[in-house]
């Protein structure tokens, strides 16, 4: 039963973090470190947004065209056992990643505003069984992150409407830790796994444009802090060839200030530390069911629900204010070694408010959005 429940689970994970909390692309899951033996696997998720809205009036109520891009999620994960205790693995993916991009002759009071953030990271893990059930694993990751950030649009005042502002923020990588415990059945098919991602501390090289800065341009370096999170994760059977499963993943980003020497000025030089974005802290909720239809072929129904923020007012880098999601999986044993897994998932974004100032002003209303999310997973024991 238990390479079955695998298999379904696997069935939905590249799609799940299409417009999770905050700015997280893989939720940073390591199901792959219990497969049993030796296990390779490829996974490829690709995300459709459809995420727009309109001015407020005094903008005109405008309607802004669609302000995200569509984006993929890969990864890449290997484990091998050393002996019946102790086994090593490393996976490659995009922990965090945004694409936000309003159209410039959509919104008026944000029309030419961009947020590109790109990532990726290099987990290393390892894990120690202790033979009663219990197990521990930890691990290094390396974490590489860039951004590109533009302002455009009347909501930033003289700095989007008429100078423009442009921040670029170059690849910079750091270290952080991975740790956790994890508890099996696996007569009955239990696990549970809670696992902790340490926070990552970045400085990145800073280049400034406008036509407000001196000399038109400023360098700087920007400190830049990807969230700690914790994950738990489990499953267990419920009856024969039916699992249950489900997660719950928190972020803590409101320690992730993006904020630029001359921007931080040119905002407010009486406030320190004004960041480009504001994100909240998240968490991220899933609950599913997987079936075994036949010794090679199972079937997985899995809901979501992302946490909203204290209010609708958000940050235009980022026009959602929580989700709720449905997803169908399924998995296919091609032969004893071979596994194909592959999903779909709809979200339904949650209403949300753009704003800018300070005070928080609403600069726009986005409602009535989602994302079509697919995936795709070859596994691969040897």
Do not use: C
């Amino acid at each position: 039963m238990n390479r079955f429940t695998l298999a379904v689970v696997a069935a939905t994970v590249s799609t799940s973090s299409a417009f999770a909390g905050g700015l997280d692309r893989s939720g940073q899951r390591i199901g792959f470190m219990f497969e049993e033996g030796n296990y390779a696997e490829l996974s490829f998720g690709y995300a459709k947004p459809s995420v727009d809205g309109n001015d407020v009036a005094a903008f005109g109520g405008q309607a802004s065209g669609n302000a995200a891009d569509n984006f993929i999620v890969p990864g890449v994960s290997v484990k091998a056992d050393l002996n019946e205790n102790v086994s090593f693995g490393f996976v490659i993916d995009e922990p965090y990643g945004s694409d936000i991009s309003y159209p410039a002759a959509g919104s008026v009071a944000l029309g030419g505003t961009k947020a590109i953030v790109d990532s990726y990271a290099i987990t290393a893990l390892g894990r120690y069984k202790f033979g009663n059930g219990f197990s521990l694993l930890g691990g290094v990751r390396y974490q590489e992150i860039s951004a590109d950030v533009t302002l455009r649009g009347a909501a930033y005042g003289a700095l989007g409407a008429g100078a423009g502002y442009n921040g670029a923020f170059a690849s910079d990588g750091a270290w952080g830790y991975v740790a956790g415990v994890a508890y099996e059945r696996p007569e009955i098919a239990l696990r549970v796994a809670l696992t902790y991602n340490s926070q990552i501390d970045h400085e990145l090289d800073t280049v400034e444009t406008s036509a407000l800065a001196p000399g038109g341009q400023v360098r700087s370096k920007t400190d830049i802090r990807s969230p700690e999170s914790l994950n738990l994760e489990f499953q267990t059977g419920v009856a024969k060839d039916t699992l249950v499963f489900g997660s719950i993943r928190y972020a803590k980003y409101d320690e992730t200030i993006v904020s630029p020497t001359f921007f931080d000025a040119a905002v407010d030089p009486a406030i320190q530390n004004t960041s480009l974005t504001t994100i909240e802290n998240s968490t991220d909720f899933e609950i599913g069911v997987g079936r075994r239809i036949t010794d090679r072929f199972s079937a997985s129904l899995t809901l979501g629900y992302a946490t909203k923020g204290d209010d609708d007012l958000v940050s235009p880098l980022s026009p959602v204010n929580g989700s709720k999601s449905i997803a169908i999986g399924a998995s296919y044993l091609v032969t004893d070694q071979v596994k194909l897994s592959g999903g779909i998932r709809y979200t339904a974004l949650g209403d949300a408010r753009p704003e800018t100032g300070t005070p928080d002003t609403a600069r726009a209303n986005f409602t009535d959005n989602s994302v079509i999310g697919v995936g795709f997973r070859v596994g691969y024991s040897f």
